[in-house]
């Protein structure tokens, strides 16, 4: 068996939500979640994820977190590294961004690593990171977009084990390929 | 990329959690792993330094590390978050300690994860990269990520390394893993 051990793949199609409620447990110390061929239905919006921490009914867990980004467009305009308000949270129960402002081009999305630590714990805070890089667009209708280079990190308040986890646009429906790897 | 699990060192109460055999030449990429590290002193510094093989058994306060660092942060309370470069926790031709965060809390639900790669350790021909990525608990109830970056100003292969709190013990999980 690799390190790291793929645990599972979820292929979503036209999806609102994908959910991974087995698996995530305490075999590994480590959860690292693969999301490739990401594309959105709607325009503009932000890919983003929550855990649970009973078995998928509820996804709202506090979450404190931080997330900046570089960005860049393909004209060479809006180079800039900065700390972005949009993607961080404070003792919020929201979904936390992995991607902000993803394009939904046919050849545009996005994709990354999320990693969780040690999700089973019943004494310490749940630590996770993430770096996605998505293809961004401010003006609809229009191709002059270019890469988002998104960083995410923090902490889910909570002791109890997180054991499932749920991806989605905060509008919308999307794609793609989310493989969920156990690193022991 | 395929990681091989070397070793483990679990830590309870501590004073540090030191490698010293299987770092070679096996591997071109030495991954150390961190789980539930947690400090018996509030906010103290969880921090690493390297032994080359011309100071065997050394205590660790011989190599020289030029490194960066920067983090970013954003309390519970919905403080003002930054990301700010940290030129008190940067390393200048230094043999101290390198850190890989700064006030790490101590509270019974706070700790810290991340990893350090280490790249191509026993090379006699140049200096030794690394850079670590390390998430954690603040003392003061907020979300810290620190990013640091360096190498070892060594031409000497790197054989051990060690990690600790710069105060204090410490409980956790260390997991060495080589790649290619």
């Known amino acids: 068996m690799g390190i790291p051990t793929l645990i599972s793949t979820s292929t979503a199609s036209g999806a609102s939500s994908v959910a991974i409620t087995s698996g995530i447990d305490s075999t590994y110390d480590e959860y690292m ?152 | 990329m395929a990681m091989d699990l070397i070793t483990t060192n679990t830590s309870s109460g501590a004073a540090s959690s030191s490698f010293t055999s299987s770092i070679d030449s096996t591997y071109k990429l030495y991954i150390f792993k961190f789980y539930d590290v947690n400090p018996a002193t509030d906010a103290a510094s969880f921090t690493f330094q390297v032994n080359a093989t011309d100071d065997p058994g050394g205590d660790y306060d011989v190599s020289l590390i030029t490194s960066t660092y920067f983090d970013i942060y954003h309390s519970e309370a919905d403080g003002t978050p930054a990301l700010e470069y940290r030129t008190a926790h940067d390393l200048a031709q230094a043999a101290s300690f390198q850190p890989l965060t700064i006030s790490l809390g101590n509270g019974a639900d706070e700790s810290a994860a991340g990893e350090l790669h280490l790249f191509n350790p026993s090379s006699t021909t140049y200096v030794k990269h690394f850079y670590g990525a390390t998430h954690y608990y603040q003392g003061a109830d907020t979300a810290y990520s620190a990013y640091v970056g360096g190498y070892i100003n060594d031409t000497t292969a790197i054989d051990d390394i060690q990690f600790k709190m710069a105060s204090g013990n410490f409980d956790g999980t260390i997991k060495m893993y080589g790649v290619g």
Request: some cysteine.
């Open chain 1, 33 to 184: 979640f693969v999301i490739t061929d990401q594309n959105p239905v709607s325009f503009a919006y932000i890919f983003g994820f929550q855990v649970s921490i009973d078995g998928g009914s509820n996804y709202n867990v506090a979450c404190t977190s931080t997330f900046f980004m570089a960005r860049q467009k393909e004209d060479g305009s809006g180079a800039a590294l900065s700390y972005d308000t949009d993607g961080d949270q404070a003792q919020g129960t929201g979904y936390q961004p992995l991607a902000p402002n993803v394009h939904n081009d046919a050849d545009a999305g996005c994709a990354g690593i999320l990693h969780l630590f040690n999700p089973a714990s019943t004494t310490y805070v749940k630590h996770f990171y993430s770096r996605f890089l998505s293809y961004q667009n401010d003006n609809p209708g229009t191709h002059d977009g270019g890469p988002q280079d998104c960083f995410g990190a923090g902490y889910f308040n909570t002791t109890s084990a997180v054991d499932a986890i749920q991806f989605q646009m905060n509008d919308g429906n999307f794609d793609g390929v989310i493989q969920m790897y156990g690193i022991a």
